[in-house]
Nanobody, 125 residues
Framework: QVHLVESGGGNVQAGGSLTLSCLGS???????IGWFRQAPGKERELISA????????YYEESVKGRFTISRDNTLNTVWLKMNMLKPEDTALYYC???????????????????WGQGTQVTVSS
């Protein structure tokens, strides 16, 4: 089992940057970590994910080239650095953990079992 806490959200102008952090507990290196977001009236979407060993990652098309995911298992932390933010990036951002036993398809939205409480990102134009 793992407990996740996000931080780093806030208000920023378009073109600005934010870095979100996801701090975990337990055997953090047994989990792939995904960053999801949900905007009002929209479905939750997986925007980035990183394998437990940090040797592979995934980005949804709309954030490629702008967002960077990384992790340090010695710190039980995953970061999502977000550059060139756009108003359409406004959403509640969640990190979630997918156990290793579910295999390597961490880029799929299924299989994420543990969730943080979310951190709000608001981008103004």
């Amino acid at each position: 089992q793992v407990h996740l806490v996000e931080s780093g959200g806030g208000n920023v102008q378009a073109g600005g940057s934010l870095t979100l952090s996801c701090l975990g507990s337990g055997r953090f290196d047994n989990y792939a970590i995904g960053w999801f977001r949900q905007a009002p009236g929209k479905e939750r979407e997986l925007i980035s994910a990183i394998r437990w060993s940090a040797d592979s990652n995934y980005y949804e098309e709309s954030v490629k080239g702008r967002f960077t995911i990384s992790r340090d298992n010695t710190l039980n932390t995953v970061w999502l650095k977000m550059n060139m933010l756009k108003p359409e990036d406004t959403a509640l951002y969640y990190c979630a953990a997918r156990p290793r036993y579910r295999g390597s398809t961490y880029y799929e939205t299924t299989g994420y079992e543990y969730w943080g409480q979310g951190t709000q990102v608001t981008v103004s134009s």
